[in-house]
């Protein structure tokens, strides 16, 4: 997801001026004049001053070309660096109903047939995976994983 | 002498050992796998080292990133793709030594020469660190604030990118920093109601983020690397010793150029293998030999980036504040397990910290033994295929999350900061700087507003000191250098143009 400089950095400028807005409006301590306000905006100016300057293009020659994504698919073969994020924010809402073993099967399945693994890999290690896993995390560190509805064999 | 036979007894406790060991091959392995770089390799041990006695812990962190920063060697010499960004440096001219047929000396002086860099990079650390130590018992809060802000701004120096954009993700990771109630007031800050956030942003969540989670990612929209053709190894430390005499100042110069860049706070074993081969290059008798297949900089420059990973710890045990990435992450295994840095570890923790020197002694050579076992086992671990690899690490992504605090929503910051530091890497903007503003952030806040309080608002008791204005002026040097050469190369395009 390549952007040009201009738009992140007037992101980086609008958000160090939140940041600097934001900070401002926190109350004082009393006694002292300097309280939780003082860092935040300090960031916030920095941010706003580095936003502008990358917007203008300031120090861009400074930098490495970056190596480009695959051309031969489209623009929108690019969402699929969505999978991974999206993966965890399902593991963070269904492994509490699903039990760890059932939502790590299907994240590994998942994240496997995207990146291009036949049914015979993704499958042994939709199971193989998190039977290990929670051998190692739960069994031995004893980390307290979901049971849901299916919970582990031992 | 009795905190000697302490720290010896610490280390050989069988958990040690077993962490050791297991770290070892662990990194070994991860290391070697293309895009899996020695920090992410060290991200994702950290849950792991919550359930582990602290020297255990800190032995897992020591052995495996040295591991790994020497395992990224073999696939950038036998596939011209570094296994971490550290082998980047000279993984052309290792793989035009592959093509020479020379593959053994080759893997074998990345090999050497990094055990050897990494056992002098360590009696660095014994050397330097408890003479720094005296030194910074007598540091106020002006001297911290300056250190602390003086790593950040190298951290910005040495990136490859533009200064600008690593100083703007320097301060985006000052601002994560500050969300919570760990400020001057316990104010709640930017945390927009959310009562998972009033704690903060956990360093943990934020590294498997940004180094892990962004690799998956890239990983979806990149061609897979080309496979591995079936070979067999002949001797691996055949000619070392050969080498060795031979290019015994390119290999001192190297570890010496290591040890300065590792201490240096910020810069890691990336940017000491980069500076040394760029050295070794210029200074050589035989420089037009370079990128052809010529082992000389393979020396230089893998003892280099061994050497920076133990002088790292300079800095990380003595201030709190991480040579590198790894050492950030050090850090955070450091407070975990209640080894706080400061000088006053090496007076009233010192056989954890002779302990400390024996594992990096031992990991280093234990790496011989192992990494001739993982050379010779590579053709196998590099054909995995990259769907099988992958998976499983996001699956290790969200289970260590969640075993940090046992807390989904850290599983759900792992997910956010994973896209932060996809987005940040594809338009140029440093991830590492962001990692260092996030764990030094709390530091650089508590010394600034004490340092405020104390001087009632005036600025001048921060360079009033010799030792805080000495340290000032460096920083503001480091502030400003990029406006200088920016300055420089546009008056020298001018006046090319005219």
Same mark, same amino acid.
């Given at each position: 997801?390549?952007?040009s400089?201009?738009?992140?950095g007037?992101?980086?400028?609008?958000l160090?001026?939140?940041?600097?807005?934001? /900070?401002?409006?926190?109350?004082?301590?009393?006694?002292?004049?300097? /309280?939780?306000?003082?860092?935040?905006?300090?960031?916030? /100016?920095?941010?706003?001053l580095?936003?502008?300057?990358?917007?203008?293009?300031?120090?861009?020659s400074?930098?490495?070309p970056?190596?480009?994504?695959?051309?031969?698919?489209?623009?929108?073969? /690019?969402?699929?660096?969505?999978?991974?994020?999206?993966?965890?924010?399902?593991?963070?809402?269904?492994?509490?109903?699903?039990?760890?073993?059932?939502?790590?099967?299907?994240?590994?399945?998942?994240a496997a047939?995207?990146l291009?693994?036949?049914?015979? *890999?993704?499958?042994?290690l939709?199971?193989?995976?998190?039977?290990?896993?929670?051998?190692?995390?739960a069994? *031995? *560190?004893?980390v307290?994983?979901?049971?849901?509805?299916?919970?582990?064999f031992? | 002498? $009795?905190?000697?036979?302490?720290?010896?007894?610490?280390?050989?406790?069988?958990? &040690?050992?077993?962490?050791?060991?297991a770290?070892?091959?662990?990194?070994?392995?991860?290391?070697?796998?293309?895009g899996?770089?020695?920090?992410?390799?060290?991200?994702?041990?950290?849950?792991?080292?919550?359930?582990?006695?602290?020297?255990?812990?800190i032995?897992?962190?020591i052995?495996?990133?040295?591991?790994?920063?020497?395992?990224?060697?073999?696939?950038?010499?036998?596939?011209?793709?570094?296994? +971490?960004?550290?082998?980047?440096?000279?993984?052309?001219?290792?793989?035009?030594?592959?093509?020479?047929?020379?593959?053994?000396?080759?893997?074998?002086?990345?090999? %050497?020469?990094s055990?050897?860099?990494?056992?002098v990079?360590t009696?660095?650390?014994v050397?330097?660190?408890?003479m720094?130590?005296?030194?910074?018992?007598?540091?106020?809060?002006?001297?911290?604030? %300056?250190?602390?802000?003086?790593?950040?701004?190298?951290a +910005?120096? &040495?990136?490859?990118?533009?200064?600008?954009?690593a100083?703007a993700?320097?301060?985006l990771g000052?601002?994560?920093a500050?969300?919570?109630?760990?400020?001057?007031?316990? +104010?709640?800050?930017?945390?927009?109601?959310?009562?998972?956030?009033?704690?903060?942003?956990?360093?943990?969540?934020a590294?498997?983020?940004?180094?892990? &989670?962004?690799?998956?990612?890239?990983?979806?929209?990149?061609?897979?690397?080309p496979?591995?053709p079936?070979?067999?190894?002949?001797?691996?430390?055949?000619?070392? @010793?050969?080498?060795t005499?031979k290019?015994?100042?390119?290999? %001192?110069?190297?570890?010496i150029?290591?040890?300065?860049?590792?201490?240096?706070?910020?810069a890691?074993?990336d940017?000491?293998? %980069?500076v040394?081969?760029?050295?070794?290059?210029? @200074?050589s008798?035989e420089?037009?030999?370079?990128? =052809?297949?010529?082992?000389?900089?393979?020396?230089?420059?893998g003892?280099?980036?061994?050497?920076?990973?133990?002088?790292?710890?300079v800095?990380?045990l003595?201030?709190?504040?991480?040579?590198?990435?790894i =050492?950030?992450?050090?850090?955070?295994?450091?407070?975990?397990?209640?080894?706080?840095?400061?000088?006053?570890?090496?007076?009233?923790?010192?056989?954890?910290?002779?302990?400390?020197?024996?594992?990096f002694?031992?990991?280093?050579?234990?790496?011989?033994?192992?990494?001739?076992?993982?050379?010779?086992?590579?053709?196998?671990?590099?054909?995995?295929?990259?769907?099988s690899v992958?998976?499983?690490?996001i699956?290790?992504?969200?289970?260590?999350?969640?075993?940090?605090?046992?807390n989904?929503?850290?599983?759900?910051?792992?997910?956010?900061?994973?896209?932060?530091?996809y987005?940040?890497?594809r338009?140029?903007?440093?991830?590492?700087a962001l990692?260092?503003?996030? #764990?030094?952030?709390?530091?650089?806040?508590? $010394?600034?507003? +004490?340092?405020?309080?104390?001087?009632?608002?005036?600025?001048?008791?921060?360079?009033?000191?010799? #030792?805080s204005?000495?340290?000032?002026?460096?920083?503001?040097?480091?502030?400003?250098?990029?406006?200088?050469?920016?300055?420089?190369?546009?008056?020298q395009?001018?006046?090319?143009?005219?």
């Amino acid at each position: 997801m390549q952007l040009s400089d201009r738009i992140t950095g007037l992101f980086l400028a609008g958000l160090g001026l939140a940041a600097a807005w934001g /900070g401002s409006r926190l109350p004082a301590v009393p006694g002292q004049d300097v /309280g939780p306000a003082a860092f935040p905006m300090l960031i916030g /100016g920095g941010l706003i001053l580095c936003g502008v300057m990358i917007a203008f293009g300031i120090g861009h020659s400074f930098e490495v070309p970056e190596e480009a994504e695959d051309e031969r698919h489209s623009s929108a073969y /690019g969402l699929r660096a969505l999978l991974p994020p999206g993966l965890l924010l399902f593991y963070a809402l269904a492994v509490d109903h699903l039990g760890f073993m059932l939502t790590a099967a299907f994240i590994v399945a998942s994240a496997a047939l995207a990146l291009g693994a036949k049914p015979k *890999l993704a499958v042994p290690l939709a199971i193989g995976a998190p039977i290990f896993v929670h051998a190692v995390f739960a069994k *031995l *560190l004893r980390v307290p994983l979901a049971d849901g509805i299916l919970p582990a064999f031992w | 002498m $009795n905190d000697m036979i302490e720290a010896v007894r610490l280390v050989l406790a069988w958990d &040690v050992l077993i962490a050791i060991m297991a770290s070892a091959v662990y990194g070994l392995v991860v290391g070697s796998l293309p895009g899996l770089s020695a920090t992410m390799a060290t991200a994702l041990l950290v849950p792991v080292t919550f359930y582990l006695s602290p020297i255990a812990a800190i032995a897992t962190i020591i052995t495996a990133s040295a591991m790994a920063i020497f395992s990224g060697d073999i696939p950038g010499c036998l596939l011209r793709i570094p296994g +971490t960004p550290a082998s980047a440096a000279y993984t052309d001219e290792a793989y035009a030594m592959t093509r020479k047929g020379q593959a053994e000396l080759a893997l074998g002086a990345g090999l %050497w020469f990094s055990a050897i860099g990494g056992i002098v990079g360590t009696i660095s650390l014994v050397v330097m660190a408890p003479m720094l130590a005296e030194m910074a018992l007598s540091f106020s809060t002006y001297e911290y604030f %300056w250190l602390a802000f003086l790593g950040l701004m190298c951290a +910005t120096l &040495v990136a490859r990118s533009s200064p600008i954009k690593a100083i703007a993700s320097m301060l985006l990771g000052l601002l994560f920093a500050c969300i919570g109630m760990e400020n001057p007031a316990g +104010t709640p800050r930017f945390v927009f109601g959310v009562t998972n956030l009033l704690g903060g942003i956990e360093p943990i969540p934020a590294l498997v983020g940004v180094f892990a &989670v962004s690799e998956v990612m890239r990983a979806m929209v990149t061609a897979a690397p080309p496979k591995l053709p079936d070979r067999k190894f002949g001797s691996i430390l055949k000619g070392q @010793w050969g080498l060795t005499k031979k290019y015994q100042w390119q290999m %001192w110069r190297g570890n010496i150029v290591g040890i300065i860049i590792g201490v240096l706070p910020g810069a890691g074993a990336d940017m000491a293998a %980069w500076v040394s081969y760029a050295m070794s290059k210029k @200074w050589s008798k035989e420089p037009e030999k370079f990128g =052809t297949g010529h082992v000389e900089g393979l020396v230089e420059a893998g003892a280099s980036n061994n050497a920076s990973l133990a002088s790292g710890w300079v800095p990380a045990l003595l201030f709190g504040i991480p040579g590198d990435t790894i =050492t950030a992450i050090a850090i955070g295994v450091l407070y975990m397990k209640g080894l706080n840095p400061g000088p006053t570890l090496f007076t009233e923790r010192a056989s954890s910290m002779y302990a400390l020197y024996i594992i990096f002694v031992l990991a280093n050579i234990i790496m011989i033994p192992l990494g001739i076992a993982m050379i010779r086992l590579a053709s196998r671990i590099l054909r995995a295929p990259r769907s099988s690899v992958m998976p499983v690490i996001i699956l290790l992504c969200a289970v260590g999350a969640f075993a940090t605090g046992a807390n989904l929503f850290s599983v759900f910051l792992v997910g956010v900061f994973g896209c932060v530091g996809y987005v940040m890497e594809r338009n140029g903007y440093p991830v590492a700087a962001l990692v260092l503003g996030i #764990v030094m952030g709390s530091m650089v806040e508590q $010394n600034f507003i +004490t340092s405020l309080i104390k001087s009632d608002g005036n600025p001048l008791p921060f360079i009033e000191r010799p #030792v805080s204005a000495v340290l000032a002026s460096l920083t503001l040097g480091a502030l400003l250098w990029p406006a200088g050469v920016w300055v420089f190369n546009r008056m020298q395009r001018r006046r090319a143009a005219a």
